[in-house]
């Protein structure tokens, strides 16, 4: 295909030259973002009398053809072009002869792409926010049916305090909250519109900027023409919350990995979500929880090649603002192909309710409750907390539970101890003491999930 550009030169280059400098294997996905914005530029050069709107219309007509041909496979892309943008303009000449090579007036690539990646990524995030959404309502699904659940909670994967695996599965909801709060954030700042800006430096031309941003659904135009070519940030900005979202996925599939495992035996998963081994057949996998762990590197990496690309550019466009596009729909193709997959295997997993109480009455996680209870009686907390460490000792000693222990028992360590011990000690009563508000209490996780959701229906 000729070069478009062909000119200052004879547009001959080295074969190996022209692989090396080409995007549309990676750019050619922005072929409606690159025809709509054509489009909208067509009509803004006729409601500034730059081109008749007769000229207007055809190149419009020409550009829908375009759009529905290849939609349809009438049309295959070009892959031996330089990039989308110029792969779009040559058929569209091919076509319409001299009327099509007027499109092209008041703009520069470097605008054209800066437009197409926005509104591309804009997609993006909306597809991606929508499978947070679903995530997160498949959460409250299962912590409105875990409420009162219990398990143990866990620092430094220690049990520490008994909780229920509600409060546990709404602590996701939240870091998943502000995720979309973050990638919401992200699209208010990136929708703004470059095009027109032009090369660098705008154009003599009297064209209307905001009439194409408008049209395009941006919220308004780059005020400033060289940051408008060169500016990534909403690019970096993406990949960055993509990032923290994927780290939030991550963590929970840690936790997924060890509750499935013999060791814990908290949940099991779904036949659908996990695999089997090719030697050892008593084996259960859970490949994609571990997959989606392995992935978050990839995005990492992702954000971490894209700010390290921009580090060190003058203004305003370079060649190496073409790198912005792989990493950056690469992590956008990673996450969404992880939050589908993420969604099923926590609707379909169960709960495997006996053994998570089972695991809370063996590691003592009531002890603190125990002291509380002294302190109540009057007791100083240091010495409530001394008494109910030697009792924990004891039962470790004797292979018993905080529970099974005697009154009589009890009151060897002190005099202070009655029948109502056992009421503060239980594990669920423990739970529903905690009354603070976010705590562990059925009541409490019942106030977060209508907290989310209503910054859902937001």
């Not at 400033?224 to 923290?244: H, K, M, T, W, Y």
């Not at 992880?338 to 926590?346: D, R, Y």
Request: with cysteine; net charge negative; charged share 25%.
């Amino acid at each position: 295909m000729a070069k478009m550009w062909a000119g200052r030169t004879d547009g001959l280059t080295n074969s190996l030259a022209d692989d090396f400098n080409s995007s549309i294997g990676f750019d050619s996905r922005m072929y409606k973002q690159d025809i709509t914005g054509s489009m909208a530029h067509a009509a803004m050069l006729a409601a500034c009398n730059i081109i008749t709107s007769d000229e207007a219309d055809t190149l419009i007509g020409g550009l829908e053809q375009i759009l529905c041909d290849i939609e349809s496979g009438a049309l295959e892309i070009d892959m031996t072009a330089e990039d989308i943008h110029m792969f779009v303009e040559q058929v569209l000449t091919e076509r319409l002869g001299d009327v099509g090579k007027k499109l092209h007036t008041a703009r520069s690539r470097n605008d054209q792409v800066a437009l197409d990646v926005r509104m591309y990524l804009r997609e993006e995030i909306d597809t991606v926010s929508a499978q947070i959404r679903d995530l997160i309502e498949a959460l409250i699904d299962k912590a409105q049916a875990h409420k009162s659940t219990i398990m143990p909670g866990y620092t430094h994967l220690q049990r520490a305090q008994p909780i229920v695996f509600g409060h546990h599965l709404m602590a996701y909801a939240m870091m998943l909250l502000r995720d979309l709060e973050r990638l919401s954030d992200t699209r208010r700042r990136m929708n703004f519109s470059p095009i027109g800006c032009c090369a660098l430096a705008g154009t003599t031309y009297a064209t209307d900027r905001r009439f194409e941003a408008e049209k395009l659904g941006f919220d308004g135009i780059c005020q400033n023409s060289l940051d408008g070519v060169s500016d990534r940030d909403f690019a970096v900005e993406l990949l960055s919350s993509l990032s923290i979202l994927m780290m939030h996925l991550s963590r929970f599939s840690e936790e997924i990995i060890l509750w499935s495992s013999w060791e814990f035996k908290f949940i099991e998963l779904s036949n659908e979500y996990t695999t089997g081994s090719s030697i050892m057949p008593q084996k259960k996998n859970p490949d994609m929880a571990e997959l989606v762990r392995g992935k978050t590197g990839r995005v990492y990496g992702d954000l971490l090649a894209l700010l390290t690309t921009l580090k060190g550019l003058p203004l305003a466009y370079n060649k190496d603002m073409q790198e912005d596009k792989e990493g950056v729909f690469d992590a956008c193709d990673t996450v969404k192909m992880c939050l589908p997959v993420f969604t099923g295997m926590i609707s379909t997993m169960n709960v495997l309710e006996e053994n998570m109480a089972q695991a809370a009455k063996k590691g003592f996680i009531n002890a603190t409750d125990l002291a509380d209870y002294l302190v109540k009686k009057g007791m100083p907390f240091r010495s409530a907390y001394k008494i109910s460490g030697q009792i924990v000792a004891k039962c470790i000693a004797d292979g018993k539970v905080l529970e099974d222990l005697t009154l009589d028992e009890y009151k060897e360590f002190s005099a202070v101890f009655e029948d109502d011990l056992y009421g503060d000690i239980d594990l669920l009563a423990c739970v529903e003491k905690r009354i603070s508000e976010g705590g562990t209490s059925q009541g409490s996780v019942m106030a977060q999930i209508e907290y989310v959701k209503e910054r859902l229906n937001k």
